[in-house]
């Protein structure tokens, strides 16, 4: 697989990841409310989706090592990538009680960031548990971080 495509597949997945469980933690812990949640996911596989390609395209331009084509190449991966995935999330928000959707999708984001990071160990010769571990860590400390500002924010509303 070419480099750009890896590149921008890598950051738009892992981006889709996290950014969209940390959201949809932070929302259904504040409102309860699947709509908002949905609403929620929409915005990140459109808006963010967007604002991350845009991001990887301004970044590979001021590196000036990359042609305009794997730019361009990369940029539409980390779009692509991260659109589809974090739509993903919808499914299980639409079709199962909230507190269900929420387990299913963290259950889903946690296996996808796991064998991504694996994948990405095993074409640096690096050892897999390490890798996957630490992502991981990271994945699941925006998760409880999101989720505890989102019962703060429902506090101080009063919602």
């Keep these: ?9 890598s950051f738009g997945l892992t981006s889709g990841i996290i950014t969209t469980l940390g959201l949809m933690m932070g929302l259904s812990s504040t409102t309860h409310s699947k709509i908002v949640v949905i609403g929620g996911v929409l915005t990140i596989a459109i808006a963010d989706a967007f604002s991350d390609a845009l991001g990887v395209h301004i970044s590979e331009e001021s ?15 980390t779009f692509a990538s991260k659109f589809l995935f974090a739509s993903t999330f919808l499914i ?9 959707a929420i387990a299913v ?3 889903w984001g946690f296996i996808a ?11 640096q010769g690096k050892r897999p548990l390490l890798v996957i571990t ?3 860590t990271i994945a699941l400390l925006v998760i409880i971080t ?4 989102g019962l703060w924010i ?3 509303l009063g919602v």
Excluded at 1 to 9: A, Q
Excluded at 146 to 149: I, K, M, P, R
């Design 63 to 77: 590196e000036d090592m990359h042609t305009e084509r794997e730019i361009w190449t990369s940029t539409v991966a």
């Design 146 to 149: 999101t989720h505890f500002v």
């Design 92 to 100: 299980p928000v639409i079709l199962l009680d909230l507190s269900w």
């Design 113 to 123: 960031l796991g064998f991504l990071s694996f994948v990405i160990a095993r074409m």
């Design 154 to 156: 429902g506090k101080m």
């Design 134 to 136: 630490e992502h991981l």
């Design 105 to 107: 999708s963290l259950a």
């Design 1 to 9: 697989m070419k480099k750009s495509i890896l590149s921008g597949m």
